[in-house]
Structure formats: structure tokens, C-alpha cells
T-cell receptor
Framework: DQQVKQNSPSLSVQEGRISILNCDYT??????FLWYKKYPAEGPTFLIS?????DKNEDGRFTVFLNKSAKHLSLHIVPSQPGDSAVYFC????????????FGGGTRLMVKP | EAGVAQSPRYKIIEKRQSVAFWCNPI?????LYWYQQILGQGPKLLIQ????????DSQLPKDRFSAERLKGVDSTLKIQPAKLEDSAVYLC?????????????FGPGTRLTVT
């Protein structure tokens, strides 16, 4: 039973446009949400996070939105750049989880020049 | 600051053979994680260490997988005997008490192919 789902395995956008990556979770106990980015032959790297007390967190071109009632989070990248082409994983945890993460299956983003 | 080191980067073995992976976390990071990432899926936590103690190993197939972190620094993950379904990338990650919630630093991984 998948607790974290990324329903779009891939996404293609034009350079300069907005990329929107989505993630759904099932357990309302999760209270911290993260996005990781992974390039081929490298390990995932932390990108941005949000706690359940917020509904938006912004860091430069990256913004994460959290809709707790829908158990849904999204990552917006504006404007998208070719260097953003990578696999993006959402991950969730909760405050007593000892920093353990549960990852979604990933979405491969391709930004075309 | 050096990142998380893993070796080997690639390994090909036949089923029923054994294999071991090594991880050296970022200096000073007390928490170490091993993940299995099967092609097309997200990383799945196998085991988490805090210093040299196990915090969680609920998803580690203990009949064939074992892991240790004897001196609270580097760690090894072993598979014996390997099965075809163990083909995956094995990722090691570390974090410290100053890391943000959920923020982990990953190594490049070891790609295992079992034939």
C-alpha cells in the first residue's frame, strides 16, 4: 500500500514556462514534506521542504504548496530551465519518526530549450 | 566538506552469491541510512543507524540482508545469498542533529545487477 504517490511518471515543459509536479499522501499523521532532486548516477539532493503548519514555502524559483485537507502537495518551478531536467521525488515524515522518510515513486522532468 | 562516499559504484553478481557495500558518511553525522531504489521507484529505507545502534530495520529482509556500523562511522550492507529481485541501486545517506527535518545527504549509490 503506497503511502506516497506521484501519479505522473514524466513531465515535459518548455524552457521559461512553469513546471508543476504533484504528490499525494494517504496518512494525515505526516507533518513534514520535502522534495528531492536526482540527476543520473548521483544520489538525491534536498531541494525544498514545508511543515504542516504552512501552506506555502518559497525558495527562489521553487515553491512548494501544501493542501492538508486534500493530502496533496505540489512543487512549482518558475521559470523552468534545462538544468532542472532531473527526477523529482516527494518525501514525507512526521515529528516522531526519527527523521525517517517515505518517498514517492518520482517524476522525471524534461525541460526543453 | 566531503560528501557521503560509497563503494563500489557498480557490481554484477550471479544469484545466490554474496555481496557487500560500503558507506562512509559525512564527518560528524551520527545518523546513517541505507536505502534500496528499484528502477522506476523511489528509495525505500532498509535500515537506520544512530551512531552504532539500530533505530529502525523493519523493512530489512533479515533472512538475507545484514548491516553494521561498528564504530559509529562507516557502515557495510551485505546480501547473502542474492536474488534476482535484489537488482537495484543501494543508496547510503547521513544526517546530523543540525540537519533540517527530513534533510539527508545521499551518496552516489551502488548499482547492483544480479544475473
Amino acid at each position: 500500500d503506497q503511502q506516497v504517490k506521484q501519479n505522473s511518471p514524466s513531465l515535459s515543459v518548455q524552457e521559461g514556462r512553469i513546471s508543476i509536479l504533484n504528490c499525494d499522501y494517504t496518512n494525515s499523521m505526516f507533518d513534514y514534506f520535502l522534495w528531492y532532486k536526482k540527476y543520473p548516477a548521483e544520489g538525491p539532493t534536498f531541494l525544498i521542504s514545508i511543515s504542516s503548519i504552512k501552506d506555502k514555502n518559497e525558495d527562489g524559483r521553487f515553491t512548494v504548496f501544501l493542501n492538508k485537507s486534500a493530502k496533496h502537495l505540489s512543487l512549482h518551478i518558475v521559470p523552468s530551465q534545462p538544468g532542472d531536467s532531473a527526477v523529482y521525488f516527494c518525501a514525507v515524515t512526521y515529528h516522531n519518526a526519527g527523521n525517517m522518510l517515505t518517498f514517492g515513486g518520482g517524476t522525471r522532468l524534461m525541460v526543453k530549450p | 566538506e566531503a560528501g557521503v562516499a560509497q563503494s563500489p559504484r557498480y557490481k554484477i553478481i550471479e544469484k545466490r552469491q554474496s555481496v557487500a557495500f560500503w558507506c562512509n558518511p559525512i564527518s560528524g553525522h551520527a545518523t546513517l541510512y541505507w536505502y534500496q531504489q528499484i528502477l522506476g521507484q523511489g528509495p525505500k529505507l532498509l535500515i537506520q543507524f544512530q551512531n552504532n545502534g539500530v533505530v529502525d530495520d523493519s523493512q530489512l529482509p533479515k533472512d538475507r540482508f545484514s548491516a553494521e556500523r561498528l564504530k559509529g562511522v562507516d557502515s557495510t550492507l551485505k546480501i547473502q545469498p542474492a536474488k534476482l529481485e535484489d537488482s537495484a541501486v543501494y543508496l547510503c545517506a547521513s544526517s546530523s542533529w543540525t540537519s533540517g527535518v527530513g534533510e539527508q545527504y545521499f551518496g552516489p549509490g551502488t548499482r547492483l545487477t544480479v544475473t
